[in-house]
């Protein structure tokens, strides 16, 4: 028999072989299909439900190295007011030393676009912009946000990973939804439902970053990551991303979440 002879053989026998997809079939796997997507989404909504407060204040630090370029250290500090399905985020910037006049207003509402306003006190002007605006060595407003709600996440399994148990997920970003990244891939760990990694991709499937949580630490309310490593496969930096010091307020002033606030923040020392 004959090299293609045989191959004919085993292919009319595969088919012969092969069941037609049931309507009973077809049922279990679109139900399969849709019990992964509401996993996914209750792990992530887990995630987000640990990490609520209604009031929060942090100081984080951003050391980017680059190529053929000196390092760079920038210091923020935030507060962020979770209220009425709004979250508010104020932030001043500390370091480098002439970038103390900015600060910078974040509101998120759901099925709303994301507004961040900045203020220089240097130029005494105020300038709007989306969450795609670059900040820290090319990250934007809305990766540093996380914006996690925009994505619809996909239950792909759990595994372990350097010693960790994680849920492997997929999100894919919504048809109403607008941005940058298109898909993201998320591994959560299963015991502190903190990420472990974060990978993004454009619309054409490029790698944009990778987010690598390096070390978690325990606070008032329960564990979060620390000290991430960033990776911008794009710009070719790296950023070195490290949450100094994180406490929640017993409150704060709904007027300091404001416009007109901005101009006080920037200019304080």
Known sequence: MTYVAILLCLALLCFACAKPQSASDELRNKTESSAAAN??????????????????????????TSEGEPTKIYEIETWRRQKDNETATLTRFLLPEEDRDLASLTVESPNKPTTVTSYSAGRDDYRESGTNKMFFGG????ELLGEWEKFDYRFLGEKTVEGVQVFALEGNLKKAESGVVAKTEVLMRADLYVPFEIKLYDKAGQHLRTFRIREVKP????????????????????????????????????????RENLKAIARSK
Not at 139 to 142: M, Q, S
């Open 139 to 142: 990250l934007t407003a809305g």
């Open 39 to 64: 996993r996914g989404n209750e792990v992530v909504a887990e995630y987000l439900r640990r990490d609520a407060s209604p009031f929060r204040k942090s100081r984080v630090r951003f050391t980017i």
């Open 219 to 258: 606070d008032a309310l329960g564990q979060y990551a620390a000290v991430t490593d960033v990776e911008n496969h794009v710009y070719k930096t790296k950023i070195l991303l490290e949450v100094l010091s994180r406490e929640y307020p017993a409150t704060m002033e709904d007027s300091f979440f404001t």
